[in-house]
């Protein structure tokens, strides 16, 4: 009885929260390039330090990446968001990962197993105004990965983003 109340629960959660498995997730349209997507928040990174919007200062493009460590397309473009994330430092790009906290187990090893250093912050209770920013996005589909791209002052550029991709000339164009 507690393996069937398990796996209806377990089903239940890959409903709320899919992960996209193509290689070329879906685009979806952009949202109005004046309305900040990711204004003014406080959250934690995975080793307990406070973080804030001023994460954002000083950087041309930012990329804001939901992932979880179940999800295969994820956790398989982590070591590519690492290298873009090294490779386009000196142009003002940075990634910053973004885990909801229900999925802490596993994130520290497969962090460590893919090699990334960027920043990743924990989204925090449904209050909060990062989870309102990325869970609350209006283009979220309920899918991950999903990324999407801010400046400085979290201004949405570009498109949102379901699914793992190649970021590479998204990333050139986006700094241009």
Not at 8 to 18: K, Q, T
Not at 64 to 93: H, R, S, T
Not at 160 to 176: F, Q, R, S
């Amino acid at each position: 009885m507690k393996r069937i109340v398990v796996l209806i629960v377990s089903i239940a959660l890959l409903g709320l929260v899919g992960c996209a498995a193509s290689e070329q997730g879906g685009e979806v349209t952009s949202r109005g390039a004046s309305e900040a997507v990711l204004g003014t928040f406080a959250a934690t990174d995975m080793d307990g330090n406070a973080v804030d919007e001023s994460i954002l200062s000083g950087k041309k493009v930012t990329m804001i990446n939901l992932w979880a460590p179940w999800c295969g397309p994820c956790v398989g473009e982590m070591p590519d968001l690492q290298k873009l994330n090294e490779k386009y430092a000196d142009k003002g790009f940075q990634v910053i990962g973004v885990i909801d906290e229900a999925d802490l187990n596993n994130a520290d090893e497969t962090i460590k197993n893919t090699g990334v250093k960027y920043p990743i912050l924990k989204l925090g209770d449904s209050s909060s105004a990062l989870y309102q920013a990325v869970i609350g996005h209006p283009e979220f589909q309920n899918a991950i990965p999903f990324s999407f791209f801010v400046d400085e002052n979290g201004k949405q550029i570009g498109q949102a983003y379901t699914g793992a991709y190649d970021w590479e000339p998204i990333v050139e164009e986006l700094l241009k």
